[in-house]
T-cell receptor, first 113, second 113 residues
Framework: NAGVTQTPKFRVLKTGQSMTLLCAQD?????MYWYRQDPGMGLRLIHY???????AKGEVPDGYNVSRLKKQNFLLGLESAAPSQTSVYFC????????????FGPGTRLTVT | SQQGEEDPQALSIQEGENATMNCSYK?????LQWYRQNSGRGLVHLIL?????REKHSGRLRVTLDTSKKSSSLLITASRAADTASYFC?????????????FGTGTQLKVEL
């Protein structure tokens, strides 16, 4: 199993540009999450999904949109990138609702200039 | 807002020594988890301890949880250079979003030869 994969690994955007980050998991997990990690801040939850076709807001959702059209994929979109969205983005998945651990992807480093 | 606060922020020890990291949190939890992050990589789950458990072991790892003090500690025994990483505690409660995690800011551990 590949586990959780993320594409792209790196990206540089100009202010106002848009992009989509793709997360894929091959473990048949129900739950998927998008986090951002900034220096000294730990990880903060952006959006999450409890199953195919569902999405919900996390702690810092402004400026981002998500979609989960297929169970194995969770997309994070930035419609109009801002420098404040410069960060490392991590996707995670989890088997189900019970207290399970989350499996993380390798991250996407995004710079907005 | 960040739920967990790790202490110390940075720790440097010699190979073979024990490393202890502490985590304090503010509200009731269902479980608490510890994750490791190597530089430039995604997070890897280490151990999960439920709110009704006081201590848990996994290999060289020992985690304690004191819900009355709202604190947890992670002990790594006989540390190795490969243990060099950042360690995060994550508090969790069960919601419609499953086992939602709130991460602390992490402890950077350096194990020197």
């Amino acid at each position: 199993n590949a586990g959780v994969t993320q594409t792209p690994k790196f990206r540089v955007l100009k202010t106002g540009q848009s992009m989509t980050l793709l997360c894929a998991q091959d473990m048949n997990h129900e739950y998927m999450y998008w986090y951002r990690q900034d220096p000294g801040m730990g990880l903060r939850l952006i959006h999450y999904s409890v199953g195919e076709g569902t999405t919900a807001k996390g702690e810092v959702p402004d400026g981002y949109n998500v979609s989960r059209l297929k169970k194995q994929n969770f997309l994070l979109g930035l419609e109009s990138a801002a420098p404040s969205q410069t960060s490392v983005y991590f996707c995670a998945s989890m088997l189900g609702r019970e207290p399970y651990e989350q499996y993380f992807g390798p991250g996407t480093r995004l710079t907005v200039t | 807002s960040q739920q967990g606060e790790e202490d110390p922020q940075a720790l440097s020890i010699q190979e073979g020594e024990n490393a202890t990291m502490n985590c304090s949190y503010k509200t009731s939890i269902n479980n608490l988890q510890w994750y490791r992050q190597n530089s430039g990589r995604g997070l890897v789950h280490l151990i999960l301890i439920r709110s009704n458990e006081r201590e848990k072991h996994s290999g060289r790892l020992r985690v304690t949880l004191d819900t009355s003090k709202k604190s947890s500690s992670l002990l790594i025994t006989a540390s190795r250079a490969a243990d060099t990483a950042s360690y995060f505690c994550a508090t969790a409660w069960l919601t419609g979003g499953g086992n939602k995690l709130t991460f602390g800011t992490g402890t950077q551990l350096k194990v020197e030869l």
